[in-house]
């Protein structure tokens, strides 16, 4: 989802660009979530703080997002081709 959000709001950037930038901003999510400071966990206790933020770290994320992001530049690189083939 990441990937495809980032893909809309920057239509001209290559697919490599738009798969590191979403890559890291979820690893960088992912990561803040070893980081408790009372401001960010007050952040967290809202319902889209909590839902953006999430709550703890898991590094089996870490894969997810690696994966659905490989399975988004799939599908970005079938429907372009698709287009102009």
Do not use: K, N
């Amino acid at each position: 989802m990441v990937f495809f959000g980032f893909a809309v709001l920057f239509p001209r950037w290559p697919t490599r660009t738009t798969a590191v930038v979403a890559l890291l901003f979820c690893f960088g999510i992912e990561f803040s979530q070893v980081y408790h400071a009372p401001w960010i966990d007050a952040i967290r206790a809202t319902t889209l703080g909590g839902l953006v933020l999430g709550f703890s770290f898991v590094w089996s994320d870490l894969l997810c997002y690696s994966v659905g992001i490989a399975v988004g530049v799939f599908i970005d690189g079938w429907v372009v081709r698709r287009r102009l083939g």
